[in-house]
């Protein structure tokens, strides 16, 4: 266990079971946008001609975005991506992302977040980083456990079924 700054215990997690639950958390919180299809949307209430939408579908009622969820599924992808980097990992053609510019000053070309809904390189780049994980020879890049687990604890924060993820992860010892 480790203590937070306000004394309050969060369970300490083993980088492979970290690691494989990205993909789950990204999809939790990326499901907190859109609900997907077959799946029934948040309830919206009307409240006027003051909710315009520009184009030609004219006056509808928007559905919720938390923006945050948003944000924190791409800053953990963002994460993933960068600790696979680190591992030696090329992650320059894994599909649909959303990336900084090559001029950027930082991170040029560096993966910022999913592009268009598409999970699919989450799952790329976390099945490469797990067999990475899992092989005889694998040096494990200094900071990533400490720097995973501050993220996942900050996720944990606001959703709390981030770490009830992880800890039944954990339990049932998968990855």
């Keep these: 266990m480790s203590k937070t700054r306000r ?3 969060l369970p300490t997690f ?5 690691v494989s639950g990205i993909p789950e958390i990204v999809r939790l919180l990326r499901d907190k946008i ?20 520009n184009g030609s579908r004219g ?47 930082e991170a040029p070309g560096a993966i910022r977040g999913i592009r268009s809904g598409d999970l699919d390189p989450v799952y790329l780049i976390i099945d490469q980083l797990m067999n990475e994980i899992e092989s005889p ?24 079924i981030v770490s009830a993820m992880l800890a039944d992860r954990q339990r049932r010892n998968l990855r």
């Design 59 to 105: 006056f509808r009622p928007r559905l919720p975005l938390d923006v945050d969820a948003l944000d924190a599924a791409d800053q953990l992808f963002a994460t993933a991506a960068y600790w696979a980097e680190m591992a030696g990992i090329d992650v320059t053609r894994v599909g649909r992302t959303w990336r900084y510019p090559p001029t950027h000053p």
């Design 34 to 53: 859109d609900p997907g299809p077959g799946r029934k949307p948040p309830p919206v209430e009307w409240e006027g001609t003051n909710e315009i939408v």
């Design 7 to 9: 004394g309050r215990t």
């Design 137 to 160: 020879h694998w040096q494990e890049p200094a900071g990533m456990h400490g720097n995973l687990t501050g993220i996942l604890s900050h996720l944990s924060k606001r959703w709390p």
């Design 14 to 18: 083993t980088l492979p079971v970290m």
